[in-house]
Nanobody
């Protein structure tokens, strides 16, 4: 059974950085495509970023240039480095593991393609 555990969220001021981590267990991590989503209060779930098994990364326009996704296969962990945080980044952030093949362009993956989700970690950015 796949388990994903996010950590690293918190309450910060605008302009600072946070790094989220997502530790995975129960699968061969290096074969897994991974993604980050977020849900802000009163809003729909929003895709943030993804990384496929070759290591190609893609970002939503709202975070492009500020956020960086990376993975450490030796640690079974995917990270989301978030710089220059803005109040509009306030949300619960979720990591997710893609089901099936994960070498394709991950920007085309939909939420339904992710079979496992973490419990989420809260990020609150004050102005």
């Amino acid at each position: 059974q796949v388990q994903l555990v996010e950590s690293g969220g918190g309450l910060v001021q605008a302009g600072v950085s946070l790094r989220l981590s997502c530790a995975a267990s129960g699968s061969i991590f290096r074969f897994n495509g991974m993604g980050w989503y977020r849900r802000a209060p009163g809003k729909e779930r929003e895709w943030v970023s993804c990384i496929n098994t070759p290591g190609s990364t893609y970002y939503a326009g709202s975070v492009q240039g500020r956020f960086t996704i990376s993975r450490d296969n030796a640690k079974n962990t995917v990270y989301l480095q978030m710089n220059s945080l803005k109040p509009e980044d306030t949300a619960v952030y979720y990591c997710a593991k893609k089901t099936g093949g994960s070498s394709s362009y991950c920007g085309s993956w939909a939420p339904i393609d992710f079979g496992s989700w973490g419990q989420g970690t809260q990020v609150t950015v004050s102005s």
